[in-house]
């Protein structure tokens, strides 16, 4: 089994909690709001990462990141091996009223964006929507979350991690 991290808007802050529940992923995927180039490379320490840039992302990290990535989720580093794909897709955009393809058509598995701060776990058709909600400052009453996509053969599995929640750190 593969177990995929998912955060976003971390607005320029990455909380130990964050970090202890992406530790033992083998990829991670950043959607948007990052705040801070350093957070992606605290995140790569832990395992390849793709990010996309949020709304509030400017300068370094507006000219770094791109609007949209396409992840290989079953490929060590997300990217096609040899110009295949190994396992499921993932479409990862900060902001889900951007979506600018049918997922369904496109044969994605996973569309996975940011920008709510609130947590969404969907599945529409064949496709699963995920918004992993807030890892930064917290938002009105919104949860502090991060998810993790586990894929073993089938479609994946998401779980939203609480990270205000005991324990959340030890996944």
């Known amino acids: 089994m593969r177990t995929i991290g998912v955060i ?9 909690e964050a970090l202890a529940a992406l530790r033992s992923c ?15 490379g605290q995140l790569g320490e832990i395992a390849p990462v793709h990010a996309v840039r949020g709304n509030t992302d400017r300068g370094e990290l507006r000219d770094q990141l791109p609007p949209t990535a396409v992840v290989d989720l079953g490929s060590e580093d997300g990217l096609p091996q040899r110009g295949a794909l190994v396992g499921p ?5 900060h902001d889900l009223e951007d979506l600018d393809v049918d997922p ?34 917290r938002r009105f009453s919104l949860p502090v979350t991060v998810a993790l996509i586990r894929v073993d053969g089938g ?6 991690v609480d990270l ?8």
């Open 8 to 16: 976003s808007d971390t607005h320029g802050q990455l909380r130990p």
């Open 26 to 40: 083998g990829l991670i995927l950043h959607a948007g709001d990052v705040g801070d180039p350093a957070i992606l």
């Open 89 to 93: 897709v993932a479409y990862l955009l």
């Open 104 to 137: 369904e058509r496109a044969g994605l598995s996973v569309v996975v964006s940011g920008h709510t701060h609130q947590p969404l776990v969907e599945r529409k058709g064949k496709v699963l929507f995920l918004n992993p909600g807030s890892a930064g400052p």
């Open 155 to 160: 479609s994946p599995d998401v779980e939203i």
């Open 164 to 171: 205000d929640q005991p324990g959340a750190e030890g996944r």
